[in-house]
């Protein structure tokens, strides 16, 4: 498994994951980030995910109304659990915990010259498209702070195109991600992120609603919430979508503001 950081508007992330997918996806203030040597410490409110006050009102007792008709695009996956890019399978059900995941060397790519023959103008040609990959590869790792060394060609492939379709969507350009995604959780835990997916930009759903839609009852609304707080993908598998039953903010890992500002990305304002 390997780690990259990079610059958000909404503070520095986490990216962990291989070139099989992305595993995992932190802000590295937030409680549940993995620990970094340098990291920035978990935020005083982290631990307190409906913490936070605004103007002197409590961010969890605010209610969010949209602003303009949303979208409806899948954020990450199909109504099967798949992939909509690849057909792949979004996320992966099994009881391997995250913290457990094996790292991906085996299946990692490398990165391969172009072909080079005994004929001077093929050799020439292999060897341009060697260094054009290779400065390639380069400036992609520019982009992003690699935590390993020895982070392999697929995984950096991946991590950028992981940075380029979040600034895309922080930019309000985007409201779907194509980057493949590969999740380890409990069955329980792996049905409901499934059922995240499926919480379409600018839309806004309850814990009962979200356990009907993982095919619980509404009766489920707690457990699911304790799985929703235990997504390791912020914002691609979109818990900031997830509000009260009386439609109130109630909480987020990633820090109450950072949910109000995700949803007034999305199209929502916020009243009492």
């Known amino acids: ?81 798949k992939d909509e890019a690849s057909g792949q399978m979004a996320l992966f059900a099994d009881e391997r915990e995250f913290a457990e995941w094996p790292n991906a060397n085996g299946l990692a790519g490398t990165m391969k010259a172009g072909p080079v023959s005994t004929v001077g103008g093929a050799k020439e040609e292999g060897a341009r498209s060697a260094r054009d990959e290779a400065a390639g590869r380069d400036e992609r790792a520019a982009a992003l702070e690699l935590l390993q060394e020895g982070t392999p060609e697929d995984a950096i492939a991946l991590f950028a195109r992981v940075q380029a379709e979040l600034a895309q969507y922080f930019a309000g350009e985007r409201k779907a991600f194509s980057f493949p995604l590969q999740l380890s959780g409990t069955p329980f835990q792996t049905k ?73 990305l999305e199209g929502f304002a916020f009243g009492r």
């Open 1 to 81: 498994m390997y780690r990259a950081r990079i610059d958000s508007p909404f503070g520095p992330m986490l990216l962990c994951g291989s070139g099989e997918g992305l595993a995992g996806l932190y802000f590295t203030d937030q409680k549940d980030c993995p620990p970094l040597a340098d990291g920035p410490g978990v935020r005083s409110d982290s631990r307190r995910p409906g913490s936070g006050i605004a103007g002197g009102v409590p961010l969890r007792t605010l209610r969010p109304a949209r602003r303009y008709a949303a979208g409806a695009e899948r954020h990450c996956a199909s109504m099967d659990g």
């Open 192 to 264: 409901v992120w499934n059922a995240l997916c499926r919480v379409p930009y600018g839309e806004v759903v309850s814990y009962g609603d979200l356990a009907v839609l993982a095919g619980l009852t509404p009766g489920h609304g707690r457990p699911v919430g304790t799985a929703v707080g235990r997504n390791p993908v912020a914002i691609v598998v979109p818990c900031h979508r997830i509000i009260g039953s009386n439609r109130t903010l109630t909480g987020y890992t990633g820090g109450l503001e950072r949910k109000v500002a995700l949803l007034e």
